[in-house]
């Protein structure tokens, strides 16, 4: 044989060995690329899945938030003016309250109208008493009223609120 064959079959030899790991490598790229796309559609799924989490969860936040804000601005007893010195008491707690009492800090300023200081009163739902305050040098600037009552249950409460 010839040496001019043998290099050529040499050649031919390392070709054929080259086509081989090229497929291979092709076969490999495909098998990778296909996996990898997998991946790709599960953590895209999970990203969905992660953000309708986090949607629901500001979603119950905000209705939370919304629930004690509401919770917060229903006053039980609303306080209007009616003078400069008078004010009319609501009560806007949804039921009737008993044993009321009115009292302010510093004692000794506020007026219930048909009350005497310090006496227990009842107060139907949706019903009003008027408070005086002011008006006399001796007066402080605000005060600070507190009712306080027993509800249907018979479960005490009691609100602050300050009169200007």
């Known amino acids: 044989m010839d040496t001019t064959v043998i290099i050529n079959l040499c050649?031919?030899?390392?070709?054929?060995?080259?086509?081989?790991?090229?497929?291979?490598?092709?076969?490999?790229a495909r098998s990778s690329r296909d996996q990898a796309s997998v991946y790709e559609q599960s953590a895209l799924q999970a990203k969905r899945a992660a953000t309708a989490a986090a949607e629901r969860g500001?979603?119950?936040?905000?209705?939370?938030?919304?629930?004690?804000?509401?919770?917060?601005?229903?006053?039980?007893?609303?306080v209007d003016p009616v003078s400069r010195h008078r004010w009319k008491v609501t009560n806007d707690t949804g039921n009737a309250a008993g044993f009321v009492r009115v009292h302010g800090r510093p004692p000794g300023h506020l007026t219930v109208e048909g009350q005497s200081e310090g006496a227990f009163f009842d107060v139907g739902k949706g019903a009003s008493f008027f408070i005086g305050f002011g008006g006399a040098i001796s007066d402080p600037s605000s005060l600070d009223i507190t009712i306080d009552w027993r509800s249907a249950s018979g479960a005490g409460q009691s609100v602050t609120f300050t009169l200007p």
């Open 58 to 78: 500001a979603n119950a936040l905000e209705r939370q938030a919304a629930a004690a804000e509401a919770a917060l601005t229903r006053p039980d007893w609303g």
């Open 11 to 28: 050649l031919l030899l390392v070709t054929g060995i080259g086509v081989i790991v090229s497929i291979l490598a092709a076969v490999d």
